[in-house]
């Protein structure tokens, strides 16, 4: 039984003098483990340079990549193969579009919205949408100008369609791939500049023309200028959100190509609202003479066409 005096506390001795009394006893050494610094690279980052870090990946991304390459993808001649650039629940959708509707300066919108995962669902059905409204909206501005004249008679124009679905899908597909191209060219030629993907830019694009199916509806009222300042607004909204998505990849790059990349970016945007608006809302009306035909009596009739 022990005695009260093994129960008592007892002050270790140096480690040296309990190794020197037991040379055979097992020792165990705790290390406090070494700070990693959070700056490995010696250099501090740029307030504006953490998102294109991002953007251009990371060892993280790097693994997250490979680890999903190594799922089984389905051939391209599948219809697996295209459903997974649907794969999009409605609330990724709706934040998407309020992201374009809404964007936040400062902000890339393929990191926020998009790269997690990139679909063709929202702007495959925005420019649907966009296509009927502006055909729609143009056929009804139409009818109101003419509204109350004797002589006019609607006759709809189906045609208005299919000129919007060739105007607006050829722009949200063309546009972007040769973007992606240009992006790819420059990728070789300037290293360690951001870089997306052909579906994401097409994302983007595609998203960022939700902003004009509002606008379209509103463009029905008879007045050049409301729709000329609503037009103005729809193109600053959604042309900031092709600014601070594709400044940051081509920034590094020659100031004169930056600059003109940019530069040509907005343009192309903004003949597609210039034109959509000049065609199917602001078309001149055709005034065609009116034809004087004798009638057999000797009475004259006047036919007008319109």
């Known amino acids: 039984m022990a005695t009260v005096d093994d129960l008592k506390f007892q002050e270790f001795d140096d480690a040296a003098n309990l190794l020197a009394a037991n040379p055979d006893a097992t020792t165990i050494s705790i290390d406090e483990p070494a700070e990693i610094p959070k700056n490995q690279h010696g250099r501090l980052q740029e307030p504006g340079r953490e998102e294109d870090d991002e953007l251009l990946g990371t ?129 070789s030629k300037v290293m360690n500049i951001v870089s997306y993907s052909f579906l994401e830019i097409v994302c983007v694009y595609g998203y960022s023309l939700f902003i004009y199916i509002p606008t379209a509806i509103l463009w029905i009222i008879p007045q050049n200028m409301v729709r000329w300042v609503l037009m103005m607004f729809s193109l600053c909204l959604s042309g900031s959100v092709l600014v ?50 004798p009638d057999h009596n000797g009475t004259t009739v006047i036919i007008e066409s319109w």
């Not at 998009?114 to 139409?142: E, H, K, M, Q």
């Not at 940051?248 to 608006?277: K, M, S």
């Open 244 to 293: 601070m998505t594709f400044w940051p990849a081509v920034r590094d790059d020659n100031r004169r190509i930056a600059l003109a990349t940019v530069g040509t970016i907005v343009l192309l945007h903004a003949l597609l609202a210039v034109g959509c608006l000049a065609y199917f809302f602001d078309a001149p009306e055709l005034d065609f003479p009116a034809s004087i035909n």
């Open 59 to 187: 060892d993280d991304s790097d693994k997250t990549e490979l680890l999903a390459g190594q799922k089984k993808s389905a051939p391209f001649w599948t219809f697996e193969y295209y459903q997974t650039f649907f794969d999009v629940d409605t609330y990724q959708v709706l934040d998407r579009i309020k992201g374009s509707v809404f964007p936040v300066p400062g902000k890339n919108f393929v990191r926020l919205y998009i790269r997690s995962n990139p679909d063709l669902y929202g702007p495959f059905w925005i420019c649907a949408t966009l296509v009927f409204t502006i055909a729609v909206s143009g056929n009804l501005s139409n009818f109101f100008i003419h509204l109350g004249k004797p002589t006019y008679h609607y006759v709809p124009e189906f045609r208005k369609v299919s000129i919007a679905a060739t105007t607006i899908y050829a722009y949200a597909w063309l546009v972007p791939l040769a973007l992606w191209g240009f992006l790819v060219w420059r990728n």
